[in-house]
């Protein structure tokens, strides 16, 4: 394999995105299918590019992602946290400016978890006093 490849593992809510980056022309591949088929949503396909597009790489790299587990949003979410973390590999020096939007972190807010005795994770059976 004679061109270099770089690899980052993104994560969001429950999904996970394993990204390789390659030299190319910006083509981007989610599970076998072009991005625009994958993530339908405008919103979704911008915050994915939004790494590539403050570093100014749009159009120096393919790009292949794997992501399963969770929905559209939260995997939209891994593909960006990917897609830095392989950049980073590539270019250390746009550590700084990335790191800067936000992107690098991790974001951890999950869903909390339902608890027993009440019908969601924070809302309770209507009381009755009488």
Do not use: C
Request: charged share 30%; no cysteine; proline share 4%.
């Amino acid at each position: 394999m004679a061109e270099e490849q770089f690899y980052g593992t993104g994560k969001r809510k429950t999904s996970v995105a394993r990204v390789w980056m390659r030299p190319g022309n910006g083509q981007m591949t989610i599970n076998k299918k072009p991005v625009e088929q994958y993530l339908v949503r405008e919103s979704d396909r911008m915050l994915t590019l939004d790494p590539l597009k403050i570093t100014d790489m749009a159009d120096k790299y393919d790009i292949y992602v794997n992501v399963k587990g969770g929905g559209i949003s939260g995997q939209a979410g891994a593909i960006r946290h990917g897609i830095t973390r392989a950049l980073i590999l590539a270019h250390p020096e746009l550590r700084d400016s990335v790191k800067k939007e936000g992107f690098l972190t991790r974001d951890s807010r999950m869903k909390e978890r339902k608890k027993y005795g009440q019908p969601g994770a924070r809302k309770r059976f209507q009381y009755s006093k009488r």
